[in-house]
C-alpha cells in the first residue's frame, strides 16, 4: 500500500508553514531595522546619546531575531528527521511485501538466504541496529530472562530476516490503531499506545489530530468563532481542494442570527458573507435565505392558529436547518477537510485494509453461514433469534446450527475463519465477495487443503474427506471408515477418489 | 523521494549557517560602530560622518538582501518536495468509505483484538473511551489464557496442567454420559439381519480395540436405527454427533498437548544435568503417554545416557528453546478450541488480507463500478493460510457449484457440475462421455452428487 503520501505530507505541511512563518518574521524584521539603521545619519539634529540608544535597540532586535531563527530551525531539523526516518519505515515494508511474494512462489531455506544476501541495505542496517539497541536493554532483567532472549537471539541468527518482518508487521498494525485511536478522539488509549512502541510517535501526527480536536469541540459547543479562524488560516490551502466548509459555517451562522430574530442583521451578514461562493453553492445560499420567510423557533405568531407553534407549521426541510442535524453535519464535514489538507485518506487506514480484506476473504459460504434458509417464516424467527441473542457463546451455538461447511468443523480450521465471526459478518453484508477462479477443497477432517497428492475420497453418500486422514482412519479400524457428519460406515475400498482439476 | 529529503537536509543546514553568519556580521559591525560613536559622542561632525560612512558600507555589503535570498534555495527544495507529494495518488477507494452502523462494530472488533493480544491495561482503557461492549466471558477467557502463557514463558507448567487436567474431566464426563445413553437406545431397539451381520464382525473387532472405537461403533449402530425411524430431526442430530466427535478430537489433542507440557520440563530438569530427577520425574508423568506417544519417550530416555553437549549436537530441535515455543503457540490453539472462538484475531488476519488487497481495489474501483453483495469483476489473489472454505469451480463451465448445483463424481473420478452434465446429455440419453477421458458414465447409476 502505498503510504508515503498519509505518512510524509503532515510533515512537508508543518515543514511549509513553519517557513513561512521563519520567513514573515525575518522580512519584517530585517526591512524595519535595516531602515531605521539607514535612516540614524539622516537624523542631525537627534543627541548623540539617543543614536546609541537606537542602535542598541537595533543589537537587540536582531539579535533576538538570530536566537528566533536558531530555536526554529533545530525543531525544523527535528521534524526532516522525522521525514527521512517515515521513509526508511515505508521503503522497508516495501521491500517486505515484495520478499513475501517472492518466498511463497519459491522454495523455502536456500532460496531465503540468497534474497537476503542481495536485499540487506544501508536502510534496513539502521532498524536492525535500533531493534538490537532495544533487545541488549532487555538483557539487562534476569537470569532466566536472558536464557530466554539468549535463545531467541540464536534463532534470529538463522532467520533474522523474518524477525525483523514479523516486528515491522505488528508495529504496521499498531500504527494504524494509534492513528484510528487520535482520528476518533480516544486521545488517552493513543497515548498508551506510543508509550508501549517505540517508533510510533515519531510515526504518528499526534498533535495534528489534537489540533483538530479543539475545532470539533467548538462546534460541539456551537461555538463558530475558532472554526472560522481555522478557515482563514488555511484558504489557500483549502481552495485548492475546492471545499465548501467556509460557506457552511458562514451558513450555520446565518441561521445562528436568525435564530434569535433579527433580520435584517441575517440580511446585512449574507450581503457580505454569500457573493463569493454564488458561482459554487447557489441552490444551498437560496434555501437559507428561505428561512427569511418563515417564522423562527421563538417566535409567536399575531394570530394563532389552532393550538401548533408556528414553527412546527414548517416545512420539514427547514426545521431540519434549526436543528443539531447541521452542526454534525458541520463536524463531519470538518473532520473531513482537516484530514485531506494534510494528505490523510479520509477514513483511517485500518478500515480501508480491513474492508479490503473482507473483499478479499469473503465467501459465498460466509455469507450463506447466517441465514439458512430464505424462507419467510424462518426469516421471522431469526430475527427473533437476533434480538435474543446477546453473549457471545449463544452467537456461537447459532452459527454451529446452521447446515454449512463453512462455520461447524470438526478440523480447527474453519472456525478461525475472520469473515464467520459474527461480529465481522455484519460489516462484511454491504461489501462484495472475491471472485473464486480456481477449486479448493478443505478436508473438514485435518482442516488441510487438499492436493493432488492428497484428493479427495468420495463415500457412497457423496462426503468428501482427504485420502490421509480416510488412510489414518483405516489403519486404525481395520479398512473401516466412517463418515463424521452422518456417522454412516464403509470400507476403505468403497470409497472413490476424485480428480479436481 | 529519499534524495529529494536529503537534499533537503542539506540546504536547510546551509541556509541556517548563512542567515547566522550574515547576521553576526551585522551584530558585530553594529557594536563597533556603537563604540565608535560613543566614543565621539563629543564631535558630532564626526560622528555624523563616520555614521555615514558606516551606512554606506552597510548598504554596499547588502547583508539583508543575503539573508532573504539565502532562504530561497531552502523554499525552492521544499516547493520540490511538495510537488512530488501532490502527485502521488491518495489512498481513497470509493466504495469502502465508513458507514455510521460500522463504527461501533469495528470498535467492538478492536477492543476483541487488544484483549487477545494480552494488554489489558490498554484494552479497559480503549472500552473506557469508546463506550465499545465486548461479549460476556470474553475479557475473563483472555486473561485466563494469558496468565498461562506467561508462566510458559517462565518455564512453569504448574497451570497449564492444572488447565488440561480441568478440560479433560469435563469432556470425559460428558462422553460418559452419552455412552450410557446409547447403550439404553441400543437394547430398546429391534435390529435388522443385515445389521446383525454387520455388528457381529465389528464386535469381534472391537475385543481387540480400545474404548473409543467402541464408542463409534455405537453411535453407528445407534444412528443408522434412529435414522431409519426419525428422518426429520436431521440438523439437531448432525450437531450433537459432530459435538461427539468434536469432543474427542478435543480430547485427543489436550491428551498430547498434556505429553508435550510434561516433555518440556523433562528437557529443562535435563539441561540443568539433574539425571536422578530426570528419571523420577518421567517415571511418574510419562506412563499414561506410553501407548500413544512411545516413539518420543523413547527418544527422551535416550537422552539421559548422553552428556549434554553430545545431547544438544545430537537433538538440537529438542534443546535450542523452541520447545517452548512451540508450546505456546500450540496451547494459544488448544485454548481457543476448547473455547469455542477463533485462534488468531480476526482484525489481523484481515489486516494482513487486505495489505494486498487495497492496491488491486484502487485499480478496479478507477475502472469499473463495483456493486456491494455481488461478486467482484476480478480475483484478489490471496495467499493460502487465508483459505478457509471449500468451493467447488467447474472446469467445464467456470461456475461455482452451489446446493441446486451441486459438482457430480463421473465414473473416471473427474468431478464437473450437474449443470454442465445436463448439457452433455444429448437427447434423452442417458449416457456420456467425460469430457476430460473417454470413459463413458451413467448418468443415473455412476453419478454421485458431491458435498464439500
Given at each position: 500500500?502505498?503510504?508515503?503520501?498519509?505518512?510524509?505530507?503532515?510533515?512537508?505541511?508543518?515543514?511549509?508553514?513553519?517557513?513561512?512563518?521563519?520567513?514573515?518574521?525575518?522580512n519584517?524584521?530585517?526591512t524595519?531595522?535595516?531602515?531605521?539603521?539607514?535612516?540614524?545619519?539622516?537624523?542631525?539634529?537627534?543627541?548623540?546619546?539617543?543614536?546609541v540608544?537606537q542602535?542598541?535597540?537595533?543589537?537587540?532586535?536582531?539579535?533576538?531575531?538570530?536566537?528566533?531563527?536558531?530555536?526554529?530551525?533545530?525543531?525544523?531539523?527535528?521534524?526532516?528527521?522525522?521525514?527521512?526516518l517515515?521513509?526508511?519505515?515505508?521503503?522497508?515494508?516495501?521491500?517486505?511485501?515484495q520478499?513475501?511474494?517472492?518466498?511463497e512462489?519459491?522454495?523455502?531455506?536456500?532460496?531465503?538466504?540468497?534474497?537476503?544476501?542481495?536485499?540487506?541495505t544501508?536502510?534496513?542496517?539502521?532498524?536492525?541496529?535500533?531493534?538490537k539497541?532495544?533487545?541488549?536493554?532487555?538483557?539487562?532483567?534476569e537470569?532466566?530472562?536472558?536464557?530466554?532472549?539468549?535463545?531467541?537471539?540464536e534463532?534470529?541468527?538463522?532467520?533474522?530476516?523474518?524477525?525483523?518482518?514479523?516486528?515491522?508487521?505488528?508495529?504496521?498494525?499498531?500504527?494504524?490503531?494509534?492513528?484510528?485511536?487520535?482520528?476518533?478522539?480516544?486521545?488517552?488509549t493513543?497515548?498508551?499506545?506510543?508509550?508501549?512502541?517505540?517508533?510510533?510517535?515519531?510515526?504518528?501526527?499526534?498533535?495534528?489530530?489534537?489540533?483538530?480536536?479543539?475545532?470539533?469541540?467548538?462546534?460541539?459547543k456551537?461555538?463558530?468563532?475558532?472554526?472560522l479562524?481555522?478557515?482563514?488560516i488555511?484558504?489557500?490551502?483549502?481552495?485548492?481542494?475546492?471545499?465548501?466548509?467556509?460557506?457552511?459555517l458562514?451558513?450555520q451562522?446565518?441561521?445562528?442570527i436568525m435564530?434569535?430574530?433579527?433580520?435584517?442583521?441575517?440580511?446585512?451578514?449574507?450581503?457580505?458573507n454569500?457573493p463569493?461562493?454564488?458561482?459554487?453553492?447557489?441552490?444551498?445560499?437560496?434555501?437559507?435565505?428561505?428561512?427569511l420567510?418563515?417564522?423562527?423557533?421563538?417566535?409567536?405568531?399575531?394570530?394563532?392558529?389552532?393550538?401548533?407553534?408556528?414553527?412546527?407549521?414548517?416545512?420539514?426541510?427547514y426545521?431540519l436547518?434549526?436543528?443539531?442535524?447541521s452542526?454534525?453535519?458541520?463536524?463531519?464535514?470538518?473532520?473531513?477537510?482537516?484530514?485531506?489538507?494534510?494528505?490523510?485518506?479520509?477514513?483511517p487506514?485500518?478500515?480501508?485494509?480491513?474492508k479490503?480484506?473482507?473483499?478479499?476473504l469473503?465467501?459465498?459460504?460466509?455469507?450463506?453461514s447466517?441465514?439458512?434458509?430464505?424462507?419467510?417464516?424462518?426469516?421471522?424467527?431469526?430475527?427473533?433469534?437476533?434480538l435474543?441473542?446477546?453473549?457471545?457463546?449463544?452467537?456461537?451455538?447459532?452459527?454451529?446450527?446452521?447446515?454449512?461447511?463453512g462455520?461447524?468443523s470438526i478440523?480447527?480450521?474453519?472456525?478461525?475463519?475472520?469473515?464467520?465471526h459474527?461480529?465481522v459478518?455484519?460489516?462484511?453484508?454491504?461489501?462484495?465477495?472475491?471472485?473464486?477462479?480456481?477449486?479448493?477443497?478443505?478436508?473438514?477432517?485435518?482442516?488441510?487443503?487438499?492436493?493432488?497428492?492428497n484428493?479427495?475420497?468420495?463415500?457412497?453418500?457423496?462426503?468428501?474427506?482427504?485420502?490421509?486422514?480416510?488412510?489414518?482412519?483405516?489403519?486404525?479400524?481395520?479398512?473401516?471408515?466412517?463418515?463424521?457428519?452422518?456417522?454412516?460406515?464403509?470400507?476403505f475400498?468403497?470409497?472413490?477418489r476424485?480428480?479436481?482439476? | 523521494m529519499?534524495?529529494?529529503?536529503?537534499?533537503?537536509?542539506?540546504?536547510?543546514?546551509?541556509?541556517?549557517?548563512?542567515?547566522d553568519?550574515?547576521?553576526r556580521?551585522?551584530?558585530?559591525s553594529?557594536?563597533?560602530?556603537?563604540?565608535?560613536?560613543?566614543?565621539?559622542?563629543?564631535?558630532?561632525?564626526?560622528?555624523?560622518?563616520?555614521?555615514?560612512?558606516?551606512?554606506?558600507?552597510l548598504?554596499e555589503?547588502?547583508?539583508?538582501?543575503?539573508?532573504?535570498?539565502?532562504?530561497k534555495?531552502?523554499?525552492?527544495?521544499?516547493?520540490k518536495?511538495?510537488?512530488?507529494?501532490?502527485?502521488?495518488?491518495?489512498?481513497?477507494?470509493?466504495?469502502?468509505?465508513s458507514?455510521?452502523?460500522?463504527r461501533?462494530l469495528?470498535?467492538?472488533?478492536?477492543?476483541?483484538?487488544?484483549?487477545?493480544?494480552?494488554?489489558?491495561e490498554?484494552?479497559?482503557?480503549?472500552v473506557?473511551d469508546?463506550?465499545?461492549?465486548?461479549?460476556?466471558?470474553?475479557?475473563?477467557?483472555?486473561?485466563?489464557?494469558?496468565?498461562?502463557?506467561?508462566?510458559?514463558?517462565?518455564?512453569?507448567?504448574?497451570?497449564?496442567?492444572?488447565?488440561?487436567?480441568?478440560?479433560?474431566?469435563?469432556?470425559?464426563?460428558?462422553?460418559?454420559?452419552e455412552?450410557?445413553?446409547?447403550?439404553k437406545l441400543?437394547?430398546e431397539?429391534?435390529?435388522?439381519?443385515?445389521?446383525?451381520?454387520?455388528?457381529?464382525?465389528?464386535?469381534?473387532?472391537?475385543?481387540?480395540?480400545?474404548?473409543?472405537?467402541?464408542?463409534?461403533?455405537?453411535?453407528i449402530?445407534?444412528?443408522?436405527?434412529?435414522?431409519?425411524?426419525?428422518?426429520?430431526k436431521?440438523?439437531?442430530?448432525?450437531?450433537?454427533?459432530k459435538?461427539?466427535?468434536?469432543?474427542?478430537?478435543?480430547?485427543?489433542?489436550?491428551?498430547?498437548?498434556?505429553?508435550?507440557?510434561?516433555?518440556?520440563?523433562?528437557?529443562?530438569?535435563?539441561?540443568?544435568?539433574?539425571?536422578?530427577?530426570?528419571?523420577?520425574?518421567?517415571?511418574?508423568?510419562?506412563?499414561?503417554?506410553?501407548?500413544?506417544?512411545?516413539?518420543?519417550?523413547?527418544q527422551?530416555?535416550?537422552?539421559?545416557?548422553?552428556?549434554?553437549?553430545?545431547?544438544?549436537?545430537?537433538?538440537?530441535?529438542?534443546?535450542?528453546?523452541s520447545?517452548?515455543?512451540?508450546?505456546?503457540?500450540?496451547?494459544?490453539?488448544?485454548?481457543?478450541?476448547?473455547?469455542?472462538?477463533p485462534?488468531?484475531?480476526?482484525?489481523e488476519?484481515l489486516?494482513q488480507?487486505?495489505?494486498?488487497?487495497?492496491s488491486?481495489?484502487?485499480?478496479?474501483?478507477?475502472?469499473?463500478?463495483?456493486?456491494?453483495?455481488?461478486e467482484?469483476?476480478?480475483?484478489?489473489?490471496?495467499?493460502?493460510?487465508?483459505?478457509?472454505?471449500?468451493?467447488?469451480?467447474?472446469?467445464?463451465?467456470?461456475?461455482r457449484?452451489?446446493?441446486?448445483?451441486?459438482?457430480?463424481?463421473?465414473?473416471?473420478?473427474h468431478?464437473?457440475?450437474?449443470?454442465?452434465?445436463?448439457t452433455l446429455?444429448?437427447?434423452?440419453?442417458?449416457?456420456?462421455?467425460?469430457?476430460?477421458?473417454?470413459?463413458?458414465?451413467?448418468?443415473?447409476?455412476?453419478?454421485?452428487e458431491?458435498?464439500?
Amino acid at each position: 500500500m502505498n503510504l508515503q503520501k498519509s505518512l510524509i505530507q503532515p510533515c512537508f505541511e508543518q515543514l511549509s508553514r513553519r517557513l513561512h512563518k521563519q520567513y514573515s518574521l525575518l522580512n519584517k524584521t530585517l526591512t524595519a531595522s535595516f531602515k531605521i539603521l539607514y535612516s540614524l545619519p539622516k537624523n542631525q539634529n537627534v543627541g548623540c546619546e539617543k543614536i546609541v540608544e537606537q542602535m542598541k535597540k537595533e543589537i537587540e532586535r536582531l539579535s533576538k531575531l538570530q536566537k528566533d531563527l536558531n530555536n526554529y530551525s533545530k525543531d525544523d531539523q527535528l521534524i526532516i528527521k522525522k521525514m527521512q526516518l517515515r521513509l526508511q519505515y515505508h521503503l522497508s515494508l516495501l521491500k517486505d511485501s515484495q520478499q513475501e511474494k517472492k518466498i511463497e512462489k519459491v522454495d523455502e531455506k536456500e532460496k531465503e538466504k540468497e534474497k537476503e544476501k542481495e536485499t540487506e541495505t544501508e536502510t534496513e542496517t539502521i532498524i536492525k541496529e535500533e531493534r538490537k539497541m532495544e533487545i541488549e536493554k532487555e538483557k539487562k532483567d534476569e537470569k532466566e530472562k536472558e536464557m530466554i532472549v539468549e535463545e531467541k537471539k540464536e534463532k534470529t541468527k538463522k532467520n533474522p530476516l523474518f524477525q525483523d518482518q514479523i516486528k515491522l508487521r505488528k508495529l504496521e498494525l499498531n500504527r494504524k490503531l494509534t492513528e484510528y485511536m487520535f482520528r476518533k478522539g480516544y486521545n488517552k488509549t493513543g497515548t498508551m499506545l506510543t508509550e508501549r512502541h517505540h517508533f510510533l510517535k515519531q510515526l504518528v501526527d499526534q498533535s495534528l489530530f489534537l489540533q483538530g480536536k479543539k475545532v470539533s469541540v467548538s462546534l460541539s459547543k456551537h461555538d463558530l468563532s475558532i472554526p472560522l479562524k481555522w478557515c482563514l488560516i488555511n484558504r489557500s490551502k483549502l481552495k485548492k481542494i475546492d471545499s465548501r466548509f467556509e460557506f457552511q459555517l458562514k451558513k450555520q451562522q446565518f441561521i445562528e442570527i436568525m435564530r434569535k430574530g433579527n433580520r435584517t442583521k441575517a440580511i446585512n451578514y449574507a450581503r457580505k458573507n454569500f457573493p463569493p461562493w454564488v458561482g459554487k453553492c447557489f441552490p444551498e445560499i437560496k434555501r437559507v435565505m428561505g428561512l427569511l420567510a418563515f417564522a423562527t423557533p421563538n417566535e409567536q405568531s399575531p394570530i394563532p392558529i389552532e393550538e401548533k407553534e408556528p414553527f412546527e407549521m414548517l416545512p420539514k426541510r427547514y426545521q431540519l436547518l434549526y436543528g443539531e442535524h447541521s452542526w454534525k453535519k458541520l463536524n463531519e464535514a470538518f473532520q473531513r477537510e482537516h484530514v485531506i489538507l494534510f494528505g490523510l485518506s479520509e477514513s483511517p487506514s485500518i478500515e480501508v485494509e480491513f474492508k479490503s480484506g473482507i473483499c478479499a476473504l469473503k465467501t459465498a459460504s460466509c455469507q450463506n453461514s447466517h441465514k439458512p434458509n430464505q424462507n419467510k417464516k424462518t426469516k421471522e424467527k431469526e430475527e427473533q433469534k437476533d434480538l435474543e441473542i446477546n453473549s457471545f457463546d449463544q452467537k456461537m451455538k447459532v452459527l454451529k446450527s446452521s447446515d454449512n461447511n463453512g462455520t461447524n468443523s470438526i478440523g480447527q480450521r474453519n472456525t478461525n475463519c475472520p469473515i464467520c465471526h459474527p461480529i465481522v459478518n455484519k460489516i462484511a453484508e454491504n461489501y462484495p465477495r472475491n471472485l473464486i477462479t480456481h477449486s479448493l477443497i478443505i478436508c473438514p477432517l485435518s482442516g488441510q487443503i487438499m492436493t493432488p497428492d492428497n484428493p479427495p475420497m468420495i463415500c457412497p453418500n457423496g462426503n468428501a474427506y482427504s485420502l490421509d486422514e480416510m488412510k489414518k482412519m483405516a489403519e486404525q479400524n481395520n479398512g473401516i471408515v466412517t463418515d463424521i457428519k452422518t456417522n454412516e460406515i464403509f470400507k476403505f475400498t468403497q470409497l472413490k477418489r476424485a480428480f479436481i482439476v | 523521494m529519499e534524495i529529494l529529503i536529503e537534499e533537503l537536509k542539506t540546504t536547510h543546514q546551509k541556509t541556517l549557517q548563512e542567515t547566522d553568519t550574515q547576521l553576526r556580521f551585522t551584530l558585530e559591525s553594529l557594536e563597533s560602530a556603537v563604540e565608535f560613536v560613543s566614543a565621539m559622542s563629543e564631535d558630532e561632525e564626526m560622528m555624523f560622518q563616520i555614521l555615514n560612512e558606516w551606512k554606506d558600507s552597510l548598504h554596499e555589503e547588502k547583508r539583508d538582501i543575503t539573508i532573504k535570498k539565502s532562504q530561497k534555495d531552502y523554499h525552492r527544495v521544499l516547493s520540490k518536495v511538495g510537488k512530488h507529494l501532490v502527485s502521488l495518488p491518495s489512498n481513497e477507494i470509493p466504495f469502502l468509505t465508513s458507514k455510521k452502523l460500522e463504527r461501533e462494530l469495528i470498535d467492538q472488533l478492536i477492543a476483541e483484538h487488544l484483549y487477545r493480544i494480552g494488554d489489558f491495561e490498554l484494552a479497559d482503557q480503549f472500552v473506557q473511551d469508546s463506550g465499545s461492549k465486548i461479549p460476556e466471558g470474553f475479557r475473563d477467557l483472555m486473561v485466563q489464557m494469558h496468565q498461562i502463557l506467561n508462566q510458559l514463558d517462565q518455564r512453569d507448567i504448574s497451570s497449564a496442567l492444572n488447565w488440561v487436567h480441568q478440560t479433560l474431566q469435563l469432556r470425559e464426563k460428558d462422553s460418559v454420559k452419552e455412552k450410557e445413553v446409547k447403550k439404553k437406545l441400543i437394547q430398546e431397539t429391534s435390529k435388522n439381519e443385515t445389521e446383525i451381520k454387520m455388528e457381529k464382525e465389528i464386535e469381534i473387532k472391537k475385543e481387540e480395540q480400545k474404548e473409543k472405537e467402541i464408542e463409534i461403533e455405537i453411535e453407528i449402530e445407534k444412528d443408522e436405527e434412529q435414522d431409519e425411524k426419525e428422518k426429520g430431526k436431521g440438523k439437531g442430530k448432525e450437531n450433537s454427533q459432530k459435538n461427539n466427535t468434536q469432543q474427542k478430537q478435543i480430547i485427543k489433542r489436550t491428551h498430547s498437548f498434556e505429553f508435550k507440557l510434561h516433555k518440556a520440563f523433562y528437557l529443562n530438569i535435563l539441561l540443568k544435568n539433574e539425571i536422578k530427577e530426570a528419571i523420577k520425574y518421567s517415571q511418574k508423568w510419562f506412563k499414561k503417554f506410553a501407548l500413544t506417544h512411545m516413539k518420543e519417550i523413547k527418544q527422551l530416555a535416550g537422552c539421559l545416557v548422553y552428556s549434554n553437549d553430545f545431547a544438544k549436537r545430537r537433538f538440537p530441535e529438542l534443546f535450542d528453546g523452541s520447545v517452548w515455543l512451540q508450546l505456546h503457540s500450540e496451547f494459544i490453539e488448544i485454548y481457543c478450541l476448547v473455547a469455542e472462538i477463533p485462534s488468531h484475531s480476526p482484525l489481523e488476519l484481515l489486516c494482513q488480507a487486505g495489505e494486498s488487497a487495497v492496491s488491486v481495489l484502487k485499480k478496479v474501483s478507477g475502472l469499473i463500478p463495483i456493486k456491494t453483495g455481488d461478486e467482484l469483476p476480478m480475483e484478489i489473489p490471496v495467499a493460502n493460510n487465508f483459505k478457509f472454505h471449500s468451493s467447488f469451480i467447474c472446469p467445464v463451465s467456470k461456475e461455482r457449484s452451489t446446493q441446486k448445483n451441486p459438482p457430480v463424481l463421473l465414473k473416471c473420478g473427474h468431478v464437473i457440475s450437474k449443470s454442465s452434465m445436463k448439457t452433455l446429455l444429448e437427447n434423452g440419453k442417458t449416457k456420456f462421455k467425460c469430457p476430460y477421458c473417454p470413459v463413458i458414465t451413467n448418468s443415473q447409476i455412476d453419478c454421485i452428487e458431491i458435498k464439500f
